[in-house]
């Protein structure tokens, strides 16, 4: 009986390391990738493979060496394929010497296959400033142009685009376009853009010419003829941000009690006119006032002027000539050293934006 017993024991911890065994062997087990095959592109090679048909296949790591010999992993999910095939750049060489490449299928419970090699040779990587050159597209829009690119290779490209700004002056604006991406141009007519691309090595593309035509609101475009007025000092119940750094003179107002306000810089030079020109939007209706300062002096009782205005998700113009206001002016003239007091609604909770204030013929 004892040694039946023991042999029972035994053959129960067998069957159990047997068990344990094959359950960790499915866990870890998946099948290889297959068809794997590559092609050159700019200072990159482009892989191609066949993915596992495992039902737990998760993805395909990609192990190789750089230029400068550091070894690089690169994971491509399975949800990166498309119809069971996977493409993957492996980018950012900078020499054209054959490189070797291990895929290695692994599954979500961390197994992995065996691992499978393939040889890859980069194209030169000056070569990419033409391959981005071709993918450039401009767009016209509300602030200008955009300039959109595709640059899947990893190489350093920069793009330059000549252009006329909003003054007519002639501009060129540097843009890295290492990655696919895309960049706003503040042009205000319709014109040819200059464009052409570099190489890290300093090789130049040939140039190429796009013509845009933007749809900017000539209420948008800020003209170095005007002063624009900005807002920070002596501020009550109201926070002020400026969101848009594309926007200099753009400010949103946050009004957290029934009278807020705050001042306004003083002109630093005549205005060319006295009318007085801005865009707005806003969440609610309500009323917006001035209150007219002299050089070294405060708001005054009986010294403003002011209006209602009605709530927009979009932006609108408000242009008011001085002579329209209800004459409380006192003497007051849009000019060297003026300034005012900004109550910029009467409404508890509103937010009001407001954007390139200025005076105007």
């Given at each position: 009986?004892?040694?039946?017993?023991?042999?029972?024991?035994?053959?129960?911890?067998?069957m159990?390391?047997?068990?344990?065994?094959?359950?960790?062997?499915?866990?870890?087990?998946?099948?290889?990738?297959?068809?794997?095959?590559?092609?050159?592109?700019?200072?990159?090679?482009?892989?191609?493979?066949?993915?596992?048909?495992?039902?737990?296949?998760?993805?395909?790591?990609?192990?190789?060496?750089?230029?400068?010999?550091?070894?690089?992993?690169?994971?491509?999910?399975?949800y990166?394929?498309?119809?069971?095939?996977?493409?993957?750049?492996?980018?950012?060489?900078?020499d054209?010497?054959?490189?070797?490449?291990?895929?290695?299928?692994?599954?979500?419970?961390?197994?992995?296959?065996?691992?499978?090699?393939?040889?890859?040779?980069?194209?030169?990587?000056?070569?990419?400033?033409?391959y981005?050159?071709?993918?450039?597209?401009?767009?016209?829009?509300?602030?200008?142009?955009?300039?959109?690119?595709?640059?899947?290779?990893?190489?350093?490209?920069?793009?330059y685009?000549?252009?006329?700004?909003?003054?007519g002056?002639?501009?060129?604006?540097?843009?890295?376009?290492?990655?696919?991406?895309?960049?706003q141009?503040?042009?205000?007519?319709?014109?040819?853009?200059?464009?052409?691309?570099?190489?890290?090595?300093?090789?130049?593309?040939?140039?190429?010419?796009?013509?845009?035509?933007p749809?900017?609101?000539?209420d948008?475009?800020?003209?170095?003829?005007?002063?624009?007025?900005?807002?920070?000092?002596?501020?009550?119940?109201?926070?002020?941000?400026?969101p848009?750094?594309?926007?200099?003179?753009?400010?949103?107002?946050?009004?957290?009690?029934?009278?807020?306000y705050?001042?306004?810089?003083?002109?630093t030079?005549?205005?060319?006119?006295?009318?007085?020109?801005?865009?707005?939007?806003?969440?609610?209706?309500s009323?917006?006032?001035?209150?007219?300062?002299?050089?070294?002096?405060g708001?005054?009782?009986?010294?403003?002027?002011?209006?209602?205005?009605?709530?927009?998700?979009?932006?609108?113009?408000?242009?008011?000539?001085?002579?329209?206001f209800?004459?409380?002016?006192?003497?007051?003239?849009?000019?060297?050293?003026?300034?005012?007091?900004?109550?910029?609604?009467?409404?508890?909770g509103?937010?009001?934006?407001?954007?390139?204030?200025?005076?105007?013929?």
């Open positions: 009986m004892k040694r039946f017993n023991i042999l029972l024991i035994v053959f129960l911890a067998a159990t390391f047997g068990s344990c065994s094959k359950d960790n062997d499915d866990n870890e087990k998946i099948n290889p990738v297959t068809n794997v095959s590559s092609t050159p592109f700019y200072g990159a090679v482009t892989l191609q493979w066949t993915n596992p048909t495992d039902a737990d296949y998760y993805y395909t790591l990609i192990t190789y060496k750089d230029t400068e010999g550091n070894t690089i992993n690169k994971k491509v999910c399975v990166d394929g498309t119809n069971g095939i996977t493409k993957a750049i492996v980018g950012g060489f900078t054209t010497n054959a490189h070797e490449f291990t895929l290695t299928a692994y599954n979500f419970q961390g197994g992995h296959s065996t691992p499978v090699t393939v040889t890859g040779t980069p194209e030169a990587s000056s070569a990419a400033k033409e981005v050159l071709t993918t450039v597209t401009m767009t016209g829009n509300e602030e200008g142009a955009l300039v959109s690119w595709v640059n899947e290779t990893g190489v350093a490209v920069t793009l685009a000549t252009y006329l700004n909003a003054e002056v002639s501009t060129t604006t540097k843009i890295d376009a290492t990655k696919t991406g895309s960049y141009l503040n042009l205000v007519k319709q014109q040819d853009i200059a464009v052409y691309a570099v190489a890290p090595d300093g090789s130049k593309s040939a140039v190429q010419t796009i013509n845009v035509t749809t900017v609101n000539p948008d475009v800020v003209y170095s003829k005007y002063e624009y007025i900005t807002f920070g000092g002596g501020a009550n119940t109201v926070t002020v941000t400026q848009e750094s594309s926007y200099p003179y753009e400010f949103k107002f946050v009004c957290t009690g029934g009278d807020p705050i001042y306004s810089s003083a002109l030079r005549d205005a060319p006119g006295s009318t007085l020109v801005f865009r707005y939007k806003a969440d609610v209706d009323y917006m006032e001035f209150f007219w300062c002299s050089p070294g002096g708001a005054a009782g009986g010294r403003s002027d002011g209006f209602n205005f009605t709530a927009t998700n979009t932006w609108k113009t408000i242009r008011i000539a001085l002579s329209d209800a004459s409380h002016l006192q003497g007051w003239v849009p000019k060297t050293g003026y300034f005012f007091r900004f109550d910029v609604c009467n409404t508890s509103a937010t009001v934006y407001v954007r390139n204030m200025h005076w105007e013929e």
